[in-house]
T-cell receptor, first 112, second 114 residues
Framework: KNEVEQSPQNLTAQEGEFITINCSYS?????LHWLQQHPGGGIVSLFM???GKKKHGRLIATINIQEKHSSLHITASHPRDSAVYIC??????????????FGKGTKLSVKP | KAGVTQTPRYLIKTRGQQVTLSCSPI?????VSWYQQTPGQGLQFLFE???????NKGNFPGRFSGRQFSNSRSEMNVSTLELGDSALYLC?????????????FGPGTRLTVT
């Protein structure tokens, strides 16, 4: 079983739609990152959160540590939002410094 | 501030050879982490260096190694390359080690092993 499960794996939306990407994890974590990867390969960190909710422009990320679940929402989606979105919890393992573990990603395509 | 830079951007090597990849972090950042991304396994953590010391290591064979210099620049080395080492190798830097700091990713080095 993967430690991090993302859904859906692929998502096609029309411009303007509200989008939700979900992430569930089985490990104990201190924080969780949402990453965006464009076709060229570069990765941008969108959010790092350890509780509650964060908002940047049209993007909103929420996390429920007790339920081990996080969601990324995109309001009024735009073709430039087309990318792979990756959930990356920060796992602390046995006293080590911990590291990011990654979901397989959600490939989002927004059509004009 | 300049972002994280990685060199080279693309590399083709033959099985059995070794390769060294370089990462220059954002100025002032002391932690550098390395990741491997493949279509089958996705993103996986390789190791993290902070103040020239390896702080953490992922589940990769000993053929994968790294180091960090006093100016925080980091290199990773893969010896005796295998076809399965073909991947995008990403490094990320942050000001300090520990969970509270956001990571800034470089553009990656795409390694092809033939």
């Amino acid at each position: 079983k993967n430690e991090v499960e993302q859904s859906p794996q692929n998502l096609t939306a029309q411009e303007g739609e509200f989008i939700t990407i979900n992430c569930s994890y089985s490990v104990g974590i201190s924080a969780l990152h949402w990453l965006q990867q464009h076709p060229g390969g570069g990765i941008v960190s969108l959010f790092m959160l350890s509780s509650g909710k964060k908002k940047h422009g049209r993007l909103i990320a929420t996390i429920n540590i007790q339920e081990k679940h996080s969601s990324l929402h995109i309001t009024a989606s735009h073709p430039r939002d087309s990318a792979v979105y990756i959930c990356a919890p920060w796992g602390d393992y046995g006293g080590s410094q911990g590291n990011l573990i990654f979901g397989k990603g959600t490939k989002l395509s927004v059509k004009p | 501030k300049a972002g994280v830079t990685q060199t080279p951007r693309y590399l083709i090597k033959t099985r059995g050879q070794q390769v060294t990849l370089s990462c220059s972090p954002i100025s002032g950042h002391r932690s550098v982490s390395w990741y491997q991304q493949t279509p089958g396994q996705g993103l996986q953590f390789l190791f993290e260096y902070f103040s020239e010391t390896q702080r953490n290591k992922g589940n990769f064979p000993g053929r994968f190694s790294g180091r960090q210099f006093s100016n925080s620049r980091s290199e990773m080395n893969v010896s005796t390359l295998e076809l399965g080492d073909s991947a995008l190798y990403l490094c990320a830097s942050r000001p300090w080690t520990g969970v509270s700091y956001e990571q800034y990713f470089g553009p990656g080095t795409r390694l092809t092993v033939t």
